[in-house]
Each structure stands twice: as structure tokens, then as C-alpha cells.
Nanobody, 119 residues
């Protein structure tokens, strides 16, 4: 059974930094991609950053230059380093892993971790 266990997050003032981690059960290479989504109250969940199995990364424009997604293959863990945080970054952050079987995509989710940025 796939498990994604998140840690980190918390509360910080604007301009501060936080790091969230996501430990996956099994090798992260068993997933086609992994990433971080976030959902603020009253808003849709959005993709923040992703990393594909080959290592290429992708970011939503609002976090480019401030957030960095990375992975530790030996620990089957991905990270999201968040710098220069803004109040609008406040949200529940979810770890995601996706697998493709032919044209069928399957998503796996962590439990979510709260990030709160105060002004």
C-alpha cells in the first residue's frame, strides 16, 4: 500500500523559511512524478512544484525563485524548501505521487500539513 508521510510545516512570519518533507513507501522511482500541491481556504488545490523521475522540476509562477523541490533517493523522500514566504502562501500543503499505467493516471496523497505565514 502506498503511503506518503509528510512532516514539517508550521507557522512563520512573512519573509521566513520553512521546509516540508514527504517520505514515500518504496522507491520514489516507482512513481512517474512526485510533487507538492496546496489548498487555501475557499480555493482549489493547485500544483506548487513537481519533480519527474528523470529529475526535471516544475514550479507554479507564483513560487518561482522562492521555493525549491528536491529529493533524497536513498531516503525515498522529497522536500519543498520555501523561502521568502508570503501570507498568500498560507495553505495546507499536500504531497502527491502519480503513476501512469498506459493512459490511466493514479494519484496518491499525503495527509497534508499546514503552512501559515503571518504578515
Amino acid at each position: 500500500q502506498v503511503q506518503l508521510v509528510e512532516s514539517g510545516g508550521g507557522s512563520v512570519q512573512a519573509g521566513g523559511s520553512l521546509r516540508v518533507s514527504c517520505a514515500a513507501s518504496g522507491s520514489i522511482f516507482s512513481y512517474n512524478a512526485m510533487g507538492w500541491y496546496r489548498q487555501a481556504p475557499g480555493k482549489q488545490r493547485e500544483l506548487v512544484a513537481s519533480i519527474i523521475s528523470g529529475g526535471k522540476t516544475n514550479y507554479v509562477d507564483s513560487v518561482k525563485g522562492r521555493f525549491t523541490i528536491s529529493r533524497d533517493i536513498a531516503k525515498n523522500t522529497i522536500y519543498l524548501q520555501m523561502n521568502s514566504l508570503k501570507p498568500e502562501d498560507t495553505a495546507v500543503y499536500y504531497c502527491n505521487a502519480e503513476r501512469w499505467l498506459g493512459n490511466a493516471r493514479r494519484d496518491y496523497w499525503g495527509q497534508g500539513t499546514q503552512v501559515t505565514v503571518s504578515s
